[in-house]
C-alpha cells in the first residue's frame, strides 16, 4: 500500500530485526494514519534534498523499540517518525541542503535528529511540531539542540 508517491507501508514495517526474531511488525490501523503525515513529511524532505531517501526504520511495536534500542516512547513507537538514509549523497551533504532549505519548502515537523554514528536522519512529524533540529554523535544522551533555520517569512 501506498502512503505517499515514493513511501510504501510495507517500507514502514520492515525491519531485520523483527525479520530475525520472528516479530509480526504490522501497523495497527489506527496507526496508519500518522504514516501518512510522516510520508507526506518524508516527500518535503525528499524534494528539498533532491535525491531518493531510503527508510531504515519506521513503525516500531513496543519490543521491537527495546530490541533496536530506541528510547522508552519514541516516536517510532506511535507512528509518528522515521529514519532515513540519502542514496547517493553523504550525510553532510544532505543535511547541508535541508538545513539551506526555506521553512516555507520544508514544512512543519516535530524533530529532525543527525544521527551521525548511523548515518541517518530521524525524522518525525508528531503534533507537538517543535521544528528541532538535534545532532547526535553517540547515544540518545549525546543529543545537541542546533538552532534552527531562520524563518525567510
Ligand atoms: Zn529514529
Known amino acids: 500500500m501506498w502512503l505517499s508517491p515514493h513511501f510504501t507501508l510495507a517500507e514502514f514495517e520492515d525491519s531485520f530485526t ?5 516479530i509480526d511488525n504490522k501497523a ?5 494514519g500518522r504514516l501518512r503525515v510522516v510520508a507526506a ?6 524534494a528539498a534534498a533532491g535525491c531518493p531517501l531510503a527508510l531504515t526504520s519506521g513503525w516500531r511495536g513496543a519490543r ?5 534500542g530506541g528510547v522508552r516512547r519514541s516516536a517510532h513507537t506511535l ?17 547541508a541542503q535541508l538545513r539551506a532549505t526555506s521553512p516555507q519548502v520544508l514544512g ?5 535528529i543527525v544521527e551521525t554514528s548511523r548515518g541517518v ?4 512529524f508528531s503534533p507537538s511540531m517543535r521544528m528541532q533540529w538535534l545532532v547526535q554523535s553517540g547515544g540518545p544522551k549525546s543529543a545537541v539542540l542546533m538552532l534552527p533555520t531562520l524563518d525567510e517569512g
Open 18 to 22: 523483527a525479520r530475525y526474531w520472528k
Open 28 to 32: 495497527p490501523p489506527e496507526i496508519i
Open 41 to 46: 513529511g518524508l516527500e518535503r524532505i525528499r
Open 64 to 68: 521491537l523499540n527495546r530490541l533496536v
Open 79 to 95: 507512528g509518528w517518525a522515521a529514519d532515513v538514509r540519502p542514496v547517493g549523497r553523504t550525510l553532510e551533504a544532505f543535511v
Open 108 to 112: 512543519r515537523y516535530d524533530q529532525l
Open 121 to 124: 536522519l530521524h525524522a518525525s
